[in-house]
């Protein structure tokens, strides 16, 4: 459990809360310039298995907008997410009272709940001097609720525009630490110069 006062979590669910208030329902609240970055996201996240007939724990899930991004494209998939901002799940029950989405730290779930794939996706660029501590917790709480992958996204070290305040990690360093959990990963830094993707398995791939 973190030290009180090394805790980012309040201050980046306020951060959220704050664009919010100012954008309402719209990706500059999860802090995307464009809503195409978002989708391209989505799409490389969906990519680390086949979907259908699949459960989908979506960590820091906003608004939900990635249930709806696989809804469209997939059968049979039963998606939950948690995130850490309540106003940005209230608004997603608000638009889909249906959804399985709450209010929760996902250092903080049951192992005994688990997923086909854990997702996670711009839930790291915030975490502050403490970031890579935090960043391996939340790395091996996601690989521990998993049955057969996880899928989660970072900004890169190896980008040329690298903005103040903002958390870096070296995608080679990440994936170091990844293979000490299982040999069976995956790097991608193909679809964005500022992003990379890594893909964690229980088993080898196919």
Known sequence: MLK?????????????????DKYGHDPRSCDYGRAQSQEIKFRVLSEAI???????LDVGCGFADFERYLASRFTRIRYSGIDIC????????????????????????????Q????????????????AWPIMQSLIIRMY???????????????????????????????LEFCRTLTPWVVLRHDYHPRDFTIYMYKTPRA
Not at 50 to 56: A, F, G, K, N, V
């Open 4 to 20: 009180q006062h090394t805790d980012p979590f309040p201050r980046i669910a306020g951060y959220y809360g704050s664009l919010i």
């Open 144 to 174: 521990d609720l998993c049955r057969e992958a996880v899928a989660f996204n970072s900004l890169s070290a190896w980008a040329t525009d690298k903005e103040n305040g903002e958390f870096y990690p070296d995608p080679l360093l990440v």
């Open 86 to 113: 309540e106003a940005m799940v209230a608004e997603a029950l608000r638009i889909d009272p249906t959804l399985d989405v709450g209010v929760a730290n996902l250092l903080n779930l049951p192992s005994k709940k």
């Open 115 to 130: 997923f086909d794939l854990v997702t996670a996706n711009g839930i790291l660029y915030l975490l502050g001097e403490n």
């Open 50 to 56: 086949p979907l259908e007939d699949r459960s989908i």
